[in-house]
Nanobody
Framework: QVQLVESGGGLVQAGGSLRLSCAAS????????VAWFRQAPGKERAFVAA????????NYADSVKGRFAISRDTAKNTVYLQMNSLKPEDTAVYYC????????????WGQGTQVTVSS
């Protein structure tokens, strides 16, 4: 079992920055991938970015490329999402999730953290 806890959300003006954190505990294996998703009001949950717990490369949604950066600190079992040049359309609840690379769907989810970008 894996537990994920997000933090770092808040209210920011357009053009500003926020850094989200996802602290993981439990049985985390090096073969796991961690991702950030977001869900805006009235919209489906959407992929934002992903990174393997060990090695590998990062992946980003086109809408955030060049503005967001995902990183990890394996010593702290924490994954970060640095969000720069925020836009009002980035407003959403942000979730982190993790899964084994052997399965298709993300198995474990955090409770989410609200990000609101004002214009």
């Amino acid at each position: 079992q894996v537990q994920l806890v997000e933090s770092g959300g808040g209210l920011v003006q357009a053009g500003g920055s926020l850094r989200l954190s996802c602290a993981a505990s439990g049985r985390i294996f090096s073969t796991y991938t961690v991702a950030w998703f977001r869900q805006a009001p009235g919209k489906e949950r959407a992929f934002v970015a992903a990174i393997p717990w060990v090695g590998g490369t990062t992946n980003y949604a086109d809408s955030v490329k060049g503005r967001f950066a995902i990183s990890r600190d394996t010593a702290k079992n924490t994954v970060y999402l640095q969000m720069n040049s925020l836009k009002p359309e980035d407003t959403a609840v942000y979730y982190c999730a993790t899964k084994s690379v052997l399965v298709q769907s993300y198995q474990y989810w955090g409770q989410g953290t609200q990000v609101t970008v004002s214009s």
